[in-house]
Structures are given as C-alpha cells and as structure tokens.
C-alpha cells in the first residue's frame, strides 16, 4: 500500500510542469454586455517564479471585421500606458493590480463597434515563455436570455418544491409518531404506579 | 381484477410514452418545407432535412415555459407509474391509489400549461402551415392523464396482494 502511494506521487511529481514550464494567462472566453455600459476584462496569469518588479502586461484589440490586431494598452516598468489615439482613447483604464498579478481593464461606453476580440498577454521575466488568451466582447442592445436558463430554473424549483413537500410529510409523521410513543410510555407508567398504590393500601 | 390493474397500468403507459413523444418527436408546427418543435426547427432545402435554430423573434420566455412544462410533465407521469406500483403493494385493503392520481394529475396541469402557452403566443400569424403530431398528441395526452387520474382517485384497492 504504502509502495503504490510512494509510486503514485512520484508520477504525480513527473506530470507537475517543472519550473521551466512557462506562464499561464487566464481571460474570459465570451463577455455580453449591453451598449452604454462599462465592462471589466480580467487578465490574470499563473507562473511558478515570485511575481517580478519587471512584469508586463499587454492587450491588444481585433475588431470583427478587420484582419489585424492594434495594441491598445501595455503596462511596463510599474507604469500603465493606456490607449491615447486609436478607437478607445479616454474610454480605457487600468484598474488591475500588478502586484497580485492582475491586470484588468475597465471599457466604458461601449458601443456596437467595439465588437471583436481583446487578448491579454502577460510576461514574468524571467517566466516569459507562454500563450496570449482571447477574450471575445458582444455587444447588444438588450442582454439575450441565455437558453435553457428559464427552462432549468422552473423545472428545478418545482422538482425542489416536490422534495421538500415530502420531506416535510414524513418529518411530520415521525413528529407524531413520537408523540403517540410517548404518550403511551407515560400512560403505562401512570397506572402502573396507580396498581402499586393501591395494593399498597390495601 | 388483475384485468383492470393491467388496463390501468396500459393507460398510464401509454399517456408517458404519448408525452414523451410530444416533447421529442419535431412535429408542432409544419409547413410543407419546415417542421418545427419546441426545440428547434427543420427545414427542408434541396431535398434534405437540415437543423437550424428556433428563428430569434420567438419569445424566449414563453418559449422556456413550454420546454419546462412539457419535461416536468413527462417526468411527473414517470414517477407516478413507479408510485401506482409501489402503492399496488404498499396500501392496505379498501384504500385509494391517490398518491398516483396527484402526480397524474401534476402531469396533466403541466402539458395543459405547455399546450396552452403554445397555442396561444405562438404561430398567430402565419398563415401556412398546421398543427404537427406532437402538438395533437400534446393535447391527446392531456385528456389521457386527466382521465388516468380520476380513474387513480376513485378506484379502491380490492384484494391484499
């Protein structure tokens, strides 16, 4: 038993990626958002090295129809660069923490143009070997109901109702149960003692 | 007796299995070219049959309502049977089956719910096409829980198996 644990978690150990293994970027896959609002797009990576003084992140926008991606923010040495000239000049802020490897971005006012995809690529040097990740943006006018949502709540909440209902039912059949059982245990008790009283006197 | 309990027990079988094809099978409203459920919608280009989604201007919620009510119809009637069986053995002399007849009866409200909310919100306008088999057999098997379960309210348990 214990030879099959030893095995099992030096396997285990092999399969863990190794320290050379590179930096893991975690965005969204799809955020729906409806015009004129704001929207947070979450970057976070996972690294097996400390989070460096000189870590960077980058992200950069493809809009639906065009064939290329524009970079519209980076931050670097400590300091976050926003877009200042291309489609989200003052519509764009950096509200992540770079400290706990975080690096979101704020879009506000958002409008149909702003279709498209964002992607997030993040470095902790000198971890830097890794792959960008996408986040796609839709944006709507009114938030469609996602399908199936309505359907699984009702049928959850009936099929809820009916469970508890019966477990309410044989809960209180235990209850009186127990009532008529004790009752019955007193009411022996009762003329039981009565008997002894009375051959007592006599 | 046990010819009774069979004809019962045939009853409730079939009113499952006429809701489960109400529910599944894609036939609640057809044109000559589409048939369409509650699910989604074929469409017949070139000769072959394709699937396609359930066209957007449908109202999700209504459209939601249905599919909930139609399943929980189908899995009310599904326990009832295994609660009619249950009771067969369970319930003492001259007692009535009416665990049974209630969750019939739950079964029936919601196909009754589901029938309903299709035939009033949808297909109001057009023109060209018809009811499918799933939606008649939707209504059929109204009538075949409704029935089951006042026959499951009424009859009384005869002989102690």
Redesign the interface.
């Known amino acids: 038993m214990l030879t099959i644990l030893a095995l099992a978690s030096v396997i285990l150990l092999g399969i863990v990626p190794q320290q050379s293994e590179g930096i893991v970027i975690y965005t969204g896959w799809e955020r729906h958002a409806l015009v004129g609002s704001d929207i947070r797009l979450s970057c976070s990576f996972f690294s097996w090295r400390w989070t460096s003084d000189d870590v960077t992140f980058s992200w950069s926008y493809r809009s639906d129809g065009a064939r290329d991606a524009i970079s519209i923010f980076h931050y670097t040495g400590g300091a976050p660069y926003v877009d200042n000239k291309g489609p989200f000049r003052d519509r764009l802020e950096f509200v992540g923490n770079p400290g706990r490897r975080d690096g979101s971005i704020l879009l506000k006012n958002l409008d149909y143009g702003d279709n498209g995809t964002f992607t997030c690529d993040a470095k902790n040097p000198p971890d830097i070997v890794g792959r960008a990740s996408s986040v796609r943006l839709l944006v709507f006018e009114k938030v ?2 996602q ?6 709540s ?2 959850g909440a ?2 809820g109702l009916l469970l508890l209902i019966v477990v309410i039912y044989y809960f209180m059949r235990f209850l009186v149960a127990r009532r008529v059982f004790n009752l019955s245990v007193s009411k022996h008790g009762k003329k039981g003692k009565g008997k002894e009283g009375s051959q007592q006197r006599q | 007796m046990l010819v009774l309990l069979a004809g019962i027990f045939l009853l409730h079988l079939t009113s499952i299995i006429l809701l489960l094809v109400a529910t599944i099978d894609n036939a609640w409203w057809m044109t000559k070219t589409m048939s369409t459920d509650v699910w989604a919608r074929w469409i017949l280009t070139n000769g072959t049959w394709s699937s396609n989604d359930l066209p957007s201007y449908y109202p999700q919620e209504y459209l939601q309502a249905v599919q909930a009510s139609s399943i929980l119809a189908c899995i009310f009637s599904s326990l009832g049977l295994f609660v009619f069986v249950g009771q067969l053995f369970t319930l003492s002399k001259g007692q009535r089956f009416t665990f049974s007849g209630i969750f019939q009866l739950i079964a029936c409200l919601c196909i009754m719910i589901a029938a309903s909310i299709y035939t009033d919100i949808f297909h109001k306008k057009e023109l060209d096409g018809w009811y499918g088999h799933s939606f008649i057999l939707a209504w059929i098997s109204f009538a075949f829980t409704f029935i089951s379960s006042i026959i499951y309210f009424v009859l009384r348990k005869k002989t102690a198996n």
């Open positions: 469609p109901i399908a199936g949502v309505i359907t699984g009702i049928i009936v099929l």
